[in-house]
């Protein structure tokens, strides 16, 4: 099983969206998948008890954040059932936080681009290097710019990439852009996959140029997610074969 954390410990990073991306892209795909929802908010979870209710398909389980204690031996056990275990980690240096980054193939770090995400991302590598040496262990990180304009590169974001390239902090090729479909990934508690039909079914009755225009958007998340998917997957992929 492939352990994936995703840690900031500023709120708002798209951390949470981040992981439910990539699990969804990756149940898609045909993966088994796992989300352990450690961050005290328990979005994700909310999102799939939402769903249960409703009577809707999870396409993969969510668990509840256990005892700290407990938590290294639930994502032993999660090996039964998943080939992918995704994590979202809450924001402090919790106790919790580090149990689950021992088990870590892969830290997927989000941040915006702006030189104050920069230094909470910085102290998320600081996190998973001390975690690391506790371990003895290398435990493999990178960084994932989000909430980016579609359209271009902002001077903020240049200036942090060419930080990171200085000191040699890996970074996704892909970067997840602010759009409204990932939006609604949690306030309608849909999946990204859905929202094609939503969107047509919403726009019935509309012009043709205005409902275009819309799926557009959504195709262009689904594009995105799926791109940023598959940078994840080659990263963690070739860390397990090093």
């Given at each position: 099983?492939?352990?994936?954390?995703?840690?900031?410990?500023?709120?708002g990073?798209?951390k949470?969206?981040?992981?439910?991306?990539?699990?969804?892209?990756?149940?898609?795909?045909?993966?088994?998948?796992?989300?352990?929802?450690?961050?005290?908010?328990?979005?994700i979870?909310?999102?799939?008890?939402?769903?249960?209710?409703?009577?809707?398909?999870?396409?993969?389980?969510?668990?509840?954040?256990p005892?700290?204690?407990d938590?290294?031996e639930?994502?032993?056990q999660?090996?039964?059932?998943?080939?992918?275990?995704?994590?979202?980690?809450?924001g402090?240096?919790?106790?919790?936080?580090?149990?689950?980054?021992?088990?870590?193939?892969?830290c997927?770090?989000?941040?915006?681009?702006?030189?104050m995400?920069?230094?909470q991302?910085a102290?998320?590598?600081?996190?998973v290097?001390t975690?690391?040496?506790?371990?003895?262990?290398?435990?493999?990180?990178?960084?994932?710019?989000?909430?980016?304009?579609?359209?271009?590169?902002?001077?903020?974001?240049r200036?942090?990439?060419?930080?990171?390239?200085?000191?040699?902090?890996?970074?996704?090729?892909?970067?997840?852009?602010?759009r409204?479909?990932?939006?609604?990934?949690?306030?309608?508690?849909?999946?990204?996959?859905?929202?094609?039909?939503?969107?047509?079914?919403?726009?019935?009755g509309?012009?043709?140029?205005v409902?275009?225009?819309a799926?557009?958007?959504?195709?262009?998340a689904?594009?995105?997610?799926?791109d940023?998917?598959?940078?994840?997957?080659?990263?963690?992929?070739?860390?397990?074969?090093?």
């Amino acid at each position: 099983m492939y352990v994936i954390t995703f840690a900031n410990p500023k709120g708002g990073s798209g951390k949470t969206t981040s992981a439910m991306l990539l699990a969804e892209q990756i149940a898609l795909s045909g993966g088994r998948v796992s989300i352990l929802d450690l961050d005290p908010n328990a979005n994700i979870l909310a999102w799939s008890e939402g769903r249960q209710a409703a009577g809707r398909d999870v396409p993969f389980a969510v668990h509840a954040r256990p005892q700290a204690e407990d938590t290294v031996e639930l994502i032993d056990q999660l090996a039964d059932e998943a080939d992918y275990l995704i994590i979202d980690l809450e924001g402090s240096k919790d106790q919790v936080v580090t149990f689950a980054l021992s088990r870590t193939d892969l830290c997927v770090i989000p941040l915006d681009g702006s030189p104050m995400e920069a230094r909470q991302a910085a102290a998320a590598v600081r996190l998973v290097q001390t975690t690391s040496s506790m371990i003895r262990a290398p435990i493999a990180y990178s960084l994932l710019f989000t909430r980016t304009n579609a359209a271009f590169q902002t001077t903020d974001e240049r200036d942090v990439r060419q930080e990171m390239e200085i000191n040699n902090i890996p970074t996704l090729p892909i970067r997840i852009a602010k759009r409204a479909p990932y939006t609604r990934i949690f306030r309608d508690g849909v999946l990204l996959a859905e929202l094609p039909d939503i969107v047509t079914n919403e726009h019935q009755g509309k012009t043709a140029s205005v409902t275009d225009k819309a799926l557009k958007q959504v195709a262009g998340a689904i594009e995105n997610a799926r791109d940023y998917a598959q940078a994840v997957i080659h990263a963690l992929t070739k860390e397990r074969a090093a």
